[in-house]
């Protein structure tokens, strides 16, 4: 049963930085793709980065680009995201999720989430 569990979330004022971790269990995740999504009030979920379990190949969204950092850690099975310039507009519930999944920026792509964090950004 995979199991994940984010932490790191916070308030933070613009520019600031902030660092998620998505502690993953109950797999190997080998062929994994371990993903992050974010979801604000009143909108849909929304791809933010993901990465490959075993590559460690990156994708981003192009509102994060430049700003935000997908990573993992292997020997903890561990993923981070690493956000700076943090900006209002990326207040939300992060969530993180992994699947064996072609469909990398797509949330319909992953079956295993976690509870989600809240990272909220003051003006």
């Known amino acids: 049963q995979v199991q994940l569990v984010e932490s790191g979330g916070g308030l933070v004022q613009a520019g600031g930085s902030l660092r998620l971790s998505c502690a993953a269990s109950g797999s190997t995740f080998v062929g994994y793709a371990m993903g992050w999504f974010r979801q604000a009030p009143g909108k849909e979920r929304e791809f933010v980065a993901a990465i490959r379990w075993s590559g460690g190949r990156t994708y981003y969204a192009d509102s994060v680009k430049g700003r935000f950092t997908i990573s993992r850690d292997n020997g903890k099975n561990t993923v981070y995201l690493q956000m700076n310039s943090l900006k209002p507009e990326d207040t939300a519930v992060y969530y993180c999720?992994?699947?064996?999944?072609?469909?990398?920026?797509?949330?319909?792509?992953?079956?295993?989430w976690g509870q989600g964090t809240q990272v909220t950004v003051s003006s």
């Open positions: 999720a992994a699947d064996r999944t072609s469909t990398i920026m797509m949330y319909t792509g992953y079956a295993y």
